[in-house]
């Protein structure tokens, strides 16, 4: 087990080295010069100069890659160029939006998901599982943005049960936050709930046809006792993989929902950092969604090695 741990941090570490190369180079090579977009296309040479000494551009590629590096690796990613305050500060302020947004989109899909696709397993070909298996076709076909808008309209502007857009924030009472991210919750939870049903059926089904199943019916265990004491935790398998999966998307993929709904979260900051050329901040909180992309990643391997003895005993 140690050895494998090892290795697995050894391969995340190359993994994020890779990754800052990557988007460090994607976003040095964009066209435009942020001290421009900063002070204006009438802004006088000596000025610009004197704001990209400033901001440290004028230094050589190299040098800014390694200067950004150990900046991040000490906890200190930038000063935003358009905030002009430490993009950490930021990255806090809006982390405290996305994260608990990612974990009530994740919390409900699984709420819904693995009842569905355990009931839609356990019946298979019947009415109930034609129903949800046709549910959840609807739920990936539908742009969660559009299902927003829906949900806006009929839930806000129609029934005044919820508001429009922004965030209450967490000073006024965790009721009220989780009130102002329960309609974000739902849209990013519909798709992502319907892959997951999906999932947990067919890893269902292929578990129901093992031989230790058969035994254990052959042995007089009923349905429900072979079904909740060997299928279901033998087919978590591959549905950790996807729940991994979207958690992580939950986080970083969340940019449209956020503007719909005008939350002030990191999804949202990344688009308005890509609007403003504010590349110090868009490089600083892609990578740090890629850490935890990556992280993520490294928990789910660690979980499968903990749930399917089999994998533990090979390792």
Same mark, same amino acid.
């Given at each position: 087990?140690?050895?494998?741990?090892?290795?697995?941090?050894?391969?995340?570490?190359? &993994?994020?080295?890779?990754?800052?190369?990557?988007?460090? !180079?994607?976003?040095?090579?964009?066209?435009?010069?942020?001290?421009?977009?900063?002070?204006?296309?009438?802004?006088?040479?000596?000025?610009?100069?004197? @704001?990209?000494?400033?901001?440290?551009?004028? #230094?050589?590629?190299?040098?800014?890659?390694?200067?950004?590096?150990?900046?991040?690796?000490?906890?200190?990613?930038?000063?935003?160029?358009?905030?002009? &305050?430490?993009?950490?500060?930021?990255?806090?302020?809006?982390?405290?939006?996305?994260?608990?947004?990612?974990?009530? *989109?994740?919390?409900?899909?699984?709420?819904? *998901?693995?009842?569905?696709?355990?009931?839609?397993? !356990?019946?298979?070909?019947? /009415?109930?599982?034609?129903?949800?298996?046709? /549910?959840?076709?609807?739920?990936?076909?539908?742009?969660?943005?559009?299902?927003?808008?829906? @949900?806006?309209? %009929?839930?806000?502007?129609?029934?005044?049960?919820?508001? !429009?857009?922004?965030?209450?924030?967490?000073?006024?009472?965790?009721?009220?936050?989780?009130?102002?991210?329960?309609?974000?919750?739902? /849209?990013?939870?519909?798709?992502?709930?319907?892959?997951?049903?999906?999932?947990?059926?067919? &890893?269902?089904?292929?578990?129901?046809?093992?031989?230790?199943?058969?035994?254990?019916?052959?042995? $007089?265990?009923?349905?429900?006792?072979? @079904?909740?004491?060997?299928?279901?935790?033998?087919?978590?398998?591959?549905?950790?993989?996807?729940?991994?999966? #979207?958690?992580?998307?939950?986080?970083? $993929?969340?940019?449209?929902?956020?503007?719909?709904?005008?939350?002030?979260?990191?999804?949202?900051?990344?688009?308005?950092?890509?609007?403003?050329?504010?590349?110090?901040?868009?490089? &600083?909180? %892609?990578?740090?969604?890629?850490?935890? %992309?990556?992280?993520?990643?490294?928990?789910?391997? %660690?979980?499968?090695?903990?749930?399917?003895?089999? @994998?533990?005993?090979?390792?």
């Amino acid at each position: 087990m140690t050895s494998f741990l090892f290795g697995r941090i050894v391969s995340m570490a190359i &993994s994020l080295l890779v990754a800052s190369i990557i988007i460090f !180079a994607i976003l040095e090579i964009l066209p435009g010069d942020p001290a421009q977009f900063m002070l204006g296309v009438n802004a006088q040479p000596d000025t610009l100069q004197a @704001l990209r000494t400033q901001l440290g551009l004028d #230094q050589p590629v190299i040098l800014r890659y390694f200067s950004w590096m150990a900046g991040m690796l000490h906890g200190d990613f930038g000063i935003s160029y358009t905030y002009r &305050s430490p993009v950490t500060e930021l990255v806090l302020q809006r982390v405290a939006v996305s994260a608990p947004l990612a974990l009530y *989109a994740l919390t409900l899909t699984i709420l819904v *998901a693995f009842p569905a696709g355990i009931i839609a397993a !356990a019946r298979r070909n019947s /009415a109930t599982d034609l129903t949800v298996m046709g /549910a959840t076709q609807i739920g990936v076909a539908v742009p969660n943005f559009w299902f927003a808008i829906i @949900l806006m309209w %009929v839930f806000a502007v129609t029934l005044h049960w919820f508001s !429009a857009g922004g965030f209450a924030g967490w000073n006024k009472g965790f009721f009220e936050g989780i009130k102002s991210l329960t309609l974000p919750a739902i /849209a990013l939870a519909l798709p992502q709930a319907s892959i997951l049903a999906r999932v947990m059926r067919s &890893s269902l089904l292929d578990t129901l046809g093992e031989d230790y199943i058969r035994t254990a019916r052959a042995k $007089g265990l009923s349905q429900n006792k072979t @079904l909740w004491r060997h299928a279901v935790r033998n087919a978590l398998i591959p549905v950790l993989t996807i729940v991994g999966l #979207q958690f992580s998307f939950l986080l970083a $993929g969340a940019i449209i929902i956020e503007n719909v709904f005008y939350l002030p979260g990191l999804g949202r900051l990344i688009f308005q950092g890509i609007t403003q050329r504010d590349l110090i901040t868009v490089k &600083s909180v %892609v990578m740090l969604l890629v850490f935890a %992309v990556i992280f993520v990643n490294f928990l789910v391997e %660690v979980a499968y090695v903990l749930i399917d003895p089999r @994998l533990r005993h090979q390792r």
